[in-house]
T-cell receptor, first 113, second 111 residues
Framework: EAQVTQNPRYLITVTGKKLTVTCSQN?????MSWYRQDPGLGLRQIYY???????DKGDVPEGYKVSRKEKRNFPLILESPSPNQTSLYFC????????????FGPGTRLTVT | TQLLEQSPQFLSIQEGENLTVYCNSSSVFSSLQWYRQEPGEGPVLLVT?????EVKKLKRLTFQFGDARKDSSLHITAAQPGDTGLYLC???????????FGGGTRLMVKP
């Protein structure tokens, strides 16, 4: 079954404690991306990757890091989380440019206290 | 940054009614997508429109991309309770590597 998986699904942490949210896809997609979803602001793109070792900033990259060492994995790293990063995070993958057949993961709800 | 205005934000209708959701921008998009999102889940892609003026149908859902590729609409005929959910439009930039989402339309269809 084609899918994007994220872990953990829920996370409560404290300010400044480094964390990683993993994302993996089984469709051999070249394109992967991270979004955050906030009430009243909708979905906003954090980072994206066109292929292995190629990453670029989205609209809201501050406070986040990503890496793409393997085609299937695209972890999101918060080196020093702050309360304003409390949000619902989604990983997504697509065949390539143009977002054709883009699949989203189930989401990770992060709370930073 | 490109912006997409989606309207209405909320829509509550009776089963069997028709409805239209609009997605407008001053920017041109290379393609536009519509997603549906259920609570606790990620968005699910419904359709991608690429050509200005393009119309696509998916059962009772009709999607249209504006001639100038700046706006789009989603029309649902004879809505059913199963159509309840959050509908999102999203436009791709010219390079096809960044996606801008509208704020979403929360639809509730009452039996």
């Amino acid at each position: 079954e084609a899918q994007v998986t994220q872990n953990p699904r829920y996370l409560i942490t404290v300010t400044g404690k480094k964390l990683t949210v993993t994302c993996s896809q089984n469709m051999n997609h070249e394109y992967m991306s991270w979004y955050r979803q906030d009430p009243g602001l909708g979905l906003r793109q954090i980072y994206y990757s066109m292929n292995v070792e190629v990453t670029d900033k989205g609209d809201v990259p501050e406070g986040y890091k990503v890496s793409r060492k393997e085609k299937r994995n695209f972890p999101l790293i918060l080196e020093s989380p702050s309360p304003n990063q409390t949000s619902l995070y989604f990983c997504a993958s697509a065949v390539g440019q143009g977002f054709y057949e883009q699949y989203f993961g189930p989401g990770t709800r992060l709370t930073v206290t | 940054t490109q912006l997409l205005e989606q309207s209405p934000q909320f829509l509550s209708i009776q089963e069997g009614e028709n409805l239209t959701v609009y997605c407008n921008s001053s920017s041109v998009f290379s393609s536009l997508q519509w997603y549906r999102q259920e609570p606790g889940e990620g968005p699910v892609l419904l359709v991608t429109v690429v050509t200005g003026g393009e119309v696509k149908k998916l059962k009772r859902l009709t999607f249209q991309f504006g001639d100038a590729r700046k706006d789009s609409s989603l029309h649902i005929t004879a809505a059913q309770p199963g159509d309840t959910g959050l509908y999102l439009c999203a436009g791709a930039n010219n390079a096809g590597n960044m996606l801008t989402f509208g704020g979403g339309t929360r639809l509730m269809v009452k039996p």
